[in-house]
């Protein structure tokens, strides 16, 4: 597996790096690096741009040349690891294009704690990533801690199952994860149609056993989602989405309910096209 982590050389997005890091002791996985140099300079920047231009891009250089060194000296385990340097005027554009140049299966980025979670991770640079990746979108939340991939929850409307499970079933294979399959029943939309046999049926069609289909009963699909992440001490949630319009409302209420979901549990965010 390739991961690509976008990185300002901040700590928050050293988040994502250390997650990544402890990731990759249990499944071989090649860690890129990628730091982006804003080429929108300030009009008065642009009085002597070509030596800023270099001075900028030997800071760049000699940070990025830092962080690999303290990530592998303070690791025990090999890693594969290396970075890459790009000019781009959209943060946005360059993820996406730095990630299907390098064939990257998963972009990973931090996002930090409850107070400032809405602003950070749905600031224009970090919901434009999720917004228009065509690749998986992992984001690690401040006090995210790796210890194993047992339990994915994948949250759905239950429309497209079968299409969407095909592309969360290689991530729960590589770690032998189980998937449960969450649908929040509001008392009007129960599922149609027999829980178990579909089970099984999905288990037959990707020839994967550890799936399990959980309905939960709540009148809020945000309080519903948050409430059963605690029942099976969820290790990741996995959700399919056009937009982030419906990600800001989870996250917003997960601050206001003081729940775990914000501040632990790493999200992967598939686009539904």
Request: glycine share 6%.
């Amino acid at each position: 597996m390739r991961i690509l982590i976008p990185t300002d050389l901040s700590e928050l997005s050293k988040v994502a790096i250390r997650y990544a890091v402890d990731f990759s002791k249990d499944t071989e996985v090649a860690l890129i690096l990628l730091h982006i140099v804003d080429i929108n300079a300030p009009g008065r920047a642009r009085i002597g741009s070509k030596k800023l231009g270099e001075a900028i891009k030997n800071s760049s250089e000699e940070g990025m040349k830092d962080l690999v060194a303290s990530i592998k000296t303070n690791n025990n385990h090999k890693i594969d690891i290396s970075y890459k340097i790009i000019h781009s005027s959209s943060i946005q554009k360059a993820v996406e294009i730095a990630a299907l140049e390098n064939k990257i299966d998963l972009i990973c980025i931090g996002t930090k704690g409850a107070s400032g979670l809405k602003k950070i991770l749905f600031g224009s640079n970090a919901a434009g990533i999720i917004e228009n990746s065509s690749i998986p979108v992992l984001t690690i939340p401040e006090f995210a801690e790796y210890k194993g991939l047992g339990q994915m929850v994948y949250s759905t409307d239950l429309q497209h199952v079968k299409e969407e499970i095909a592309s969360v079933i290689p991530f729960a294979k590589l770690m032998d994860s189980w998937i449960h399959i969450l649908h929040i029943n509001r008392g009007k939309e129960g599922f149609e149609g027999d829980l178990e046999e579909e089970e099984e049926r999905l288990r037959k069609d990707f020839s994967y056993q550890k799936i399990k289909f959980r309905e939960f009963k709540s009148s809020s699909i945000i309080e519903g989602i948050n409430k059963f992440l605690t029942v099976v001490e969820a290790d990741m949630v996995v959700m399919f989405t056009h937009h982030t319009n419906f990600l800001e409302k989870v996250f917003q209420k997960s601050v206001t309910q003081n729940t775990a979901f914000q501040t632990r549990i790493p999200l992967l965010t598939f686009q539904k096209e």
